[in-house]
């Protein structure tokens, strides 16, 4: 059940009794609340009420909200038009901080710090905004700040992956620089094939070098009908062996050099008929400077069993071509 | 602020800030001649993302004035020592490793450079042990980019010439002709950083063009000067054999008859964080198109194959243009890449042996 806030709100907002602060007029101080839900907070002020006034602040003829985005849109939510609220006189100093203190003591999310930072820097400029930038749990690394502007550029779409922790925000930022169709293209991949962060940053690596070195977009290379092909071919098992095998795709367009030098390795290694308590470890990078090999046993029988393959080891062919691959 | 372009094409009017302990001394003198000082506060390091390519800073150098190249784990050395005279280059590769570690592609000078010629001079002064020492200027800086109005390398010659050492100094300009008349003995080498003409001429940015560089080449060797030649980085990219091929020919036209003491062969290697920023410099540049892995010590390199293939295509087309004696080299490379280049590896102390006897050779 709704609990009334406030008696009847009159019409005209210049005509609201002092501590009350027109709903829909207030302009947001700082994007925080970005890709929080309200509906939680509106039950519980349907409950109990709105405990913590909103914090606003007069600009001339604007009224700016600099602290209770949340507890407006869920006010909002409840049909409410008015609030109470605190009004800072006009030249108080430190607003922001203000406003950015009072998101403190809950968790930001990455896209609310994003929004928040860029507008900050848009509005405040460069030095006022790393002044504050501890406030927002921002720390001293230059990277983190760039990153954290450009990623507030992107959509919505992408805020929210963003948001959710669906992209992280060297990815983000990266994204944010694409045109929009790419940016569309690629966030339909993730939504799709919803592939591990680190293997995210793998899909934007192999997209933006293909599509450098090929002259194409990535949206125009994530609709060659190859790609859908083997992330159809893997589905059967699985959304993860559909996404590995759409990137391994691209990683062979990429890399045919790689591409190549993996698929001999592997089938030198296949050919060997290693026992399966011997595990031969090659270098991933083809650098070749040391190899290893493990040996698993529980007693002397099969030590045994395993010193007399091992002898025969030097002598196979298929083992020495693994070691010297120089006459490929 | 009244400098001309630094090597063989357009470039940036400098700028020369000094800060006033240096104001008075040799350097500061040398570069005022044809620059108008600007008055400029201290450094910090973290000062000079500030200043552009057209800055040159004069500031003072806190850490030791030489030092052993610091290699890399597992890749043979070349045993070079460094002498540490400034920091940063305008001349804007592509693949400079410096833009990897430097915020700026301004020139910073040390403006104490006596107290770093002194400790040199002491070190040098000492029982002479059983190899020469062999160093360069060239390491985090171009060594000749403006030696002609810092007058840094005359000084160093001569040092060199009077002991047991050989000077190597490194460029990608074509600034020799300052050096032509000093009394040398053989104890400096000129060495010039070569490319495919393609590569020279798009990712270069301000280098001296290819043909210039071997022609100061050709000058220097006309002068005396061991020559040596640094194919690094060697870039992979469609036509690349053809394009390497081009400059070794050039070399053999160029510098038919000149001692070329050693060659160097080195492919393009780079630390991760290098690519962003170049590829936000310049959008453009095709050298990270290439198919790389991630080594041990942190750098990207082609997979060692295609390494093994460049650097065999190199040493072959070389061998037909240059003397049996002269030596070509691997820099950074593993024994594994050195026994399928070349046959055999020198293992950590043979390359450097190899290239102090390359260094006696032409002493007088
Ligand atoms: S000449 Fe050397 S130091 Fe200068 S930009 Fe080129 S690679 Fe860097």
Redesign the interface.
């Known amino acids: 059940m709704t609990k009334p806030l406030s008696p009847a709100i009159p019409e005209d907002p210049a005509a609201l009794p002092p501590g009350e602060a027109p709903l829909a007029e207030l302009e947001e101080a700082l994007p925080f609340s970005f890709a929080r839900p309200a509906e939680a907070l509106a039950e519980s002020i349907s409950q109990v009420g709105l405990l913590r006034p909103l914090l606003v602040q007069r600009e001339g003829s604007r009224l700016k909200l600099l602290a209770g985005n949340l507890r407006r849109r869920a006010l909002q939510l409840l049909g409410r038009s008015a609030a109470p609220a605190v009004f800072l006189p006009p030249a108080t100093p430190d607003a922001l901080a203000l406003a950015l203190a009072d998101n403190l003591g809950r968790p930001v999310n990455p896209a609310e710090t994003a929004l928040v930072w860029r507008r900050l820097v848009e509005t405040r400029g460069q030095a006022e905004a790393e002044k504050l930038a501890g406030l927002l749990g921002l720390d001293q690394a230059p990277k983190l700040r760039r990153q954290n502007f450009q990623a507030a550029a992107l959509p919505p779409r992408g805020l929210l992956a963003l948001a959710e922790g669906r992209l992280d925000l060297a990815a983000a930022a990266r994204l944010a620089n694409w045109p929009e169709a790419d940016q569309d293209a690629v966030l339909g991949l993730f939504e799709r094939l919803n592939p591990s962060l680190s293997n995210r940053r793998i899909w934007l690596d192999l997209l933006e070098?293909l599509a450098?070195?090929e002259g194409l977009s990535p949206a125009d290379l994530l609709s060659d009908p190859d790609i859908a092909a083997s992330e159809a071919e893997a589905e059967a098992r699985g959304r993860p062996a559909a996404e590995a095998a759409a990137r391994d795709f691209l990683f062979r367009r990429?890399?045919?050099?790689?591409a190549e030098?993996r698929k001999k390795r592997a089938a030198r290694l296949r050919a060997l008929n290693l026992p399966p308590s011997a595990r031969l470890a090659l270098d991933p990078?083809?650098?070749?400077?040391s190899f290893s090999l493990t040996l698993a046993f529980s007693n002397l029988d099969e030590f045994r069993v395993l010193a007399d393959w091992l002898n025969g080891l030097p002598g196979q062919a298929g083992f020495r071509d693994l070691l010297d691959?120089?006459h490929? | 602020m009244t400098d001309g372009p630094p090597a063989g094409r357009p470039g940036p009017v400098w700028r020369l800030r000094l800060e006033d302990d240096f104001r008075d001394t040799p350097l500061a003198r040398n570069l005022a001649r044809d620059m108008t000082p600007e008055r400029q506060e201290p450094l910090s390091p973290a000062d000079y993302g500030r200043f552009g390519p057209r800055d040159i800073l004069v500031t003072r150098h806190r850490g030791r004035f030489l030092k052993p190249c610091p290699g890399t784990p597992g890749y043979n050395c070349c045993g070079l020592h460094i002498f540490h005279f400034g920091l940063g280059c305008p001349l804007g590769c592509r693949y400079c490793i410096l833009a990897a570690y430097l915020d700026t592609e301004s020139l910073v000078l040390f403006g104490n450079l006596e107290e770093g010629l002194a400790e040199f001079a002491a070190l040098l002064d000492r029982p002479a042990g059983e190899r020469p020492l062999r160093f360069c200027t060239g390491e985090f800086t171009d060594s000749l980019l403006l030696d002609r109005r810092t007058g840094l390398a005359e000084r160093l010659v001569a040092l060199a010439a009077a002991r047991e050492a050989v000077l190597e100094l490194k460029t990608k300009t074509d600034q020799v002709d300052h050096l032509l008349g000093l009394d040398h003995r053989g104890h400096t080498v000129i060495s010039f950083s070569v490319n495919s003409p393609e590569m020279a001429r798009a990712e270069e940015g301000r280098a001296a063009p290819l043909a210039a560089r071997l022609a100061a080449a050709a000058k220097a060797a006309r002068a005396g000067y061991p020559i040596g030649l640094h194919f690094d980085p060697l870039i992979h990219y469609p036509g690349w054999e053809k394009g390497y091929a081009e400059t070794v020919e050039l070399i053999g036209q160029t510098l038919a008859g000149a001692r070329v003491a050693w060659v160097s062969l080195g492919c393009f290697r780079y630390l991760p964080r290098l690519k962003e920023i170049m590829l936000a410099r310049h959008p453009g540049t095709g050298i990270f198109n290439g198919e790389f892995i991630l080594a041990g010590d942190g750098k990207r390199r082609y997979p060692r194959p295609l390494r093994t293939m460049m650097y065999k295509s190199l040493a072959e087309n070389l061998a037909r243009v240059l003397p049996a004696e002269t030596a070509v080299y691997l820099c950074m490379e593993s024994p594994r890449v050195w026994r399928d280049v070349f046959g055999h590896d020198p293992g950590p102390y043979g390359l450097t042996a190899l290239l102090d006897r390359q260094a006696l050779i032409s002493r007088q």
């Open positions: 070098d450098r070195r990429r890399n045919p050099l790689l030098l990078q083809f650098e070749d400077l691959d120089s490929d």
